[in-house]
């Protein structure tokens, strides 16, 4: 460097010779494409895994009394379909692969006429509230919404035992 320069940075970093500069570009072009990789696949999830449910026109609701225990239980029904379509959106967001189980709080079932379109399930509790679904043998989950969770709620309010059969 010249004295009295202004310039910071040695002049060696500019002049590089032409091998360097071929592994630098190559270094910086893998880089770039593992940034892409991480943070473009990896974080987002599965869109729309269950498409079906949006055309859905009436819900099933099982409240298990204890969570995780399916053996007691209430049930209601709904044919509301703008909370319906609430609930869909919300199991429709990027989904990811459930690696941890949480206690289960109950279960919707979703029909089309008379034919049951899908199974969804749901959790409540504070650290582990979301929606969560069984795809191609693999089990997916969402957060639950806030405004999902209070219509789970709403739904809760007329929610019965079941009927003994005679």
């Keep these: 460097m010249k004295r009295g320069s202004k310039n910071i940075i040695p002049a060696f970093f500019f002049k590089t010779p032409g091998p360097l500069k071929i592994r630098t570009k190559s270094i910086l072009f893998i880089l770039f494409i593992l940034q892409i990789l991480v943070t473009g696949c990896g974080s987002k999830g599965t869109p729309s895994l269950m ?7 009436s ?10 225990n399916p053996r007691f239980y209430t ?12 609930v869909s959106n919300n199991v429709n967001q990027p989904a990811k692969p459930m690696k941890t189980d949480c206690a289960t709080a109950g279960k919707m079932f ?3 006429g ?5 199974t969804v399930y749901f959790s409540t509790i504070e650290d582990c509230s979301r929606l969560y679904f069984i795809r191609t043998g693999e089990k997916y989950y969402v957060p639950l919404k ?8 709403e739904w809760k309010k007329g929610a019965k035992e079941p009927a003994p059969e005679n």
């Design 110 to 112: 979703f029909y089309k």
């Design 146 to 153: 806030d405004e999902v969770k209070k219509i789970l709620e």
């Design 51 to 57: 498409p079906e449910i949006m055309t859905a026109d």
């Design 59 to 68: 819900v099933a609701i099982l409240y298990y009394t204890t969570p995780g």
């Design 114 to 118: 008379t034919e049951e379109a899908y």
């Design 75 to 86: 049930f209601s029904k709904s044919s509301d379909t703008v909370q319906m379509r609430m």
